[in-house]
């Protein structure tokens, strides 16, 4: 990649060609080209980010005549000291990591599944496969209203009937998202419909790029289907698998959208659902108290830096085989 | 082979593939159950929106398609006809514009910045791109705060809602894996030819490497079109309320109308399912290079 770069960087610009505008001017071409992105991510990306841990620094409000008082690291202090704020916080904390707990294996296992399930030339495949990919389009807030209609109490809602169907009646009237034991689970179900398939796509693109003669030298040997499944495929897609979970413990982080959505319609319940994003809104945007809001957004960084940085260290483990 | 004369491979080959015939039964039945799982949802919204609200939500017959009519479409409309509530059709129209800004602007300024660190040189090129890099597990959500904090002043604007989203790390990183792939030769004879490089790039190498922009295309389409964070803190306006936000506040009305917050989610859906359905391979494409790897 070096040499032929370097060759379009090459000084030796011929001299009976004078440059046709400023930018071909070569020696300034590539930072002119990079610049109008790097100027949008230094303004929309590193600024705030950076903001964000000054404020956490500060009591500060949005619009408030009061000027913004350092306090040091009391905002962080409070989060968990403080009874008001820290009971709500850790209940965030430990809905996401729940969330995550549930949702990465689930997911992962759910999308290996899936993906093994339609990696097979069968007649009507392409039909089936647009079926399960269907969700992928749909924004989250949409998902949501769907699925609040589907979770509706009484015995008219649809999941409620549904179940009434098989259970021959006895169970009628749930109220999947208002009862705390439940809602979160609720929540868990709709947002894997949403996003299993794209995890599905990644793993598929993975099982068809395991070398056929793998599979070949393993029939040979008169390997079963399953102990080929084990000893050829899940080796072969075992970095996709570990990365698909780290993305997946992401998501559950930036859970954010449905619950925000379904909160503010009355018709979950709060305490049970609450994650780490909506407290940061509720707090700093809702309730103006920007400073205490921007210390919750820089331990969510923390939170999803670890993670990546778990990821970079897993996919670079066994980068040197390939 | 039903004759008793049938030799004993045959036989072993007859239960064989009578066993995979079962196996194939298995596995068509599955995909059913799954595809249910997928799809009744999605038939649930375009269903309802065409049944009367009393019947929506009336348990399993909910699905059954009796006493279709437009009614629901017509109450959206009558529904949203003043300023106060906003307008569907502007909902519609600042959401296509938005994304469509979006979309277009981030197609530019990261593939250039892309080319500029996969095929230039200069000085400082190799730090700045490590810098945009691990800029890439920044996710939007670490920043919305702080960021709605700077831009309060320009809240209820259209273009504070697309500009922080044209310049995206990961989108850079994606191109770069692309354009990392094209020969030097065709650049080198592009250079012989005279042209500078900007012609280079928009001239020879975008045409040759139109996947990485489908892949961008398609990714930045479906994150923008489904923007819901963004929007709660910086619009209140009606007039200048995308879709997501705007069924987020429908859906609210008392009492509910559930047939007509069914058919707003149907208009909101049915563009973007159509296109899917006709574009399904490059969407597919798409989403597995996603997964490349730094």
Redesign the interface.
């Known amino acids: 990649m070096t040499t032929q770069t370097q060759q379009l960087q090459a000084p030796a610009a011929p001299v009976r060609r004078p440059p046709k505008s400023g930018l071909t001017g070569h020696r300034f071409a590539g930072p002119l080209f990079a610049s109008p992105a790097l100027l949008g991510l230094a303004i929309f990306l590193v600024a705030p980010f950076v903001l964000a841990v000054v404020l956490s620094f500060y009591r500060v409000q949005l619009n408030s005549p009061r000027p913004a008082r350092f306090v040091g690291f009391e905002q962080y202090t409070r989060l968990f000291t403080d009874p008001d704020l820290a009971a709500a916080f850790g209940q965030a904390l430990l809905n996401n990591f729940t969330f995550a707990l549930i949702v990465v294996p689930v997911q992962t296992l759910l999308a290996l599944a899936l993906a093994v399930l339609v990696n097979r030339q069968l007649r009507g495949m392409v039909v089936f496969r647009t079926f399960i990919f269907m969700p992928l389009v749909f924004p989250l807030a949409l998902t949501a209203v769907i699925w609040r209609l589907i979770y509706s109490r009484g015995d008219q809602g649809l999941l409620n009937a549904l179940l009434g169907l098989f259970s021959g009646g006895t169970i009628t009237s749930h109220d999947w998202l208002g009862d705390p034991a439940t809602a979160l689970g609720a929540i868990i179900v709709m947002s894997i419909w949403q996003s299993v398939s794209f995890q599905m796509i990644i793993v598929l693109a993975a099982l068809q790029s395991v070398p056929a003669e793998l599979y070949e030298a393993a029939s040979l040997d008169r390997a079963s289907k399953w102990a080929q499944f084990i000893n050829v495929t899940v080796p072969g897609i075992r970095n996709t698998l570990i990365f698909v979970a780290l993305i997946t413990t992401i998501f559950s982080f930036r859970l954010f959208d449905q619950v925000y959505l379904l909160s503010r319609s009355g018709s979950v319940d709060r305490n049970s659902t609450e994650t780490v994003m909506t407290q940061i809104i509720n707090t700093g945007f809702d309730n103006n108290n920007v400073g205490q809001a921007a210390a919750m957004t820089v331990i969510f960084m923390l939170i999803i830096t670890v993670i990546a940085i778990i990821q970079r260290a897993a996919a670079r483990q066994r980068g040197g085989i390939q | 082979m039903t004759t008793s004369t049938a030799l004993k491979p045959r036989q072993r080959r007859g239960s064989m593939k009578r066993a995979r015939r079962w196996q194939?039964a298995l596995?068509?039945l599955?995909?059913?159950v799954?595809?249910l799982?997928?799809?009744l949802?999605?038939y649930?919204?375009i269903i309802?929106s065409f049944r009367p609200s009393s019947e929506?939500?009336?348990?399993?017959s909910?699905?059954v398609p009796t006493n279709l009519s437009f009614d629901n479409y017509r109450g959206v409309f009558d529904h949203l006809s003043s300023d106060a509530t906003g307008h569907f059709g502007q909902f519609a129209a600042v959401s296509i514009i938005v994304t469509t800004a979006v979309v277009a602007g981030s197609l530019i300024?990261?593939s250039?910045?892309a080319?500029?660190?996969?095929?230039?040189?200069?000085r400082?090129?190799k730090i700045?791109f490590l810098l945009?890099v691990v800029?890439t597990?920044?996710?939007f959500?670490?920043?919305?705060?702080?960021?709605?904090?700077?831009f309060?002043g320009q809240r209820d604007t259209i273009a504070i809602q697309a500009?922080?989203?044209?310049?995206?790390?990961f989108s850079?990183f994606l191109f770069y894996t692309f354009f990392?792939d094209v020969p030097?030769e065709i650049?080198?004879a592009a250079?012989l030819d005279?042209a500078?490089?900007?012609r280079?790039?928009f001239q020879v190498v975008v045409p040759i490497t139109k996947p990485a922009f489908a892949t961008v295309a398609i990714l930045t389409f479906?994150a923008q079109?489904?923007s819901?964070?963004w929007p709660?803190?910086m619009v209140s306006d009606p007039t200048v309320r995308p879709?997501?936000?705007a069924?987020?506040i429908f859906?609210?009305q008392q009492p509910p109308e559930?047939g007509q917050?069914?058919a707003f989610?149907t208009m909101?859906?049915v563009p973007?399912?159509a296109v899917?359905?006709i574009f399904?391979r490059w969407?597919?494409a798409s989403?597995?290079s996603?997964?490349v790897?730094?």
């Open positions: 194939t596995h068509y599955l995909l059913a799954v595809s799982f997928f799809f949802p999605v649930y919204l309802g929506v939500l009336s348990g399993l909910g699905f300024v990261n250039m910045a080319y500029s660190f996969a095929r230039m040189q200069w400082g090129k700045i945009v800029l597990i920044i996710p959500e670490a920043v919305a705060l702080p960021l709605y904090y700077m309060s500009i922080p989203f044209i310049a995206n790390a850079i990392l030097g650049e080198e250079r005279g500078g490089p900007l280079t790039f479906l079109w489904g819901y964070l709660v803190l879709l997501p936000l069924i987020s859906q609210n559930w917050v069914l989610g909101f859906i973007v399912l899917f359905l399904q969407f597919v989403i597995s996603s997964a790897k730094g």
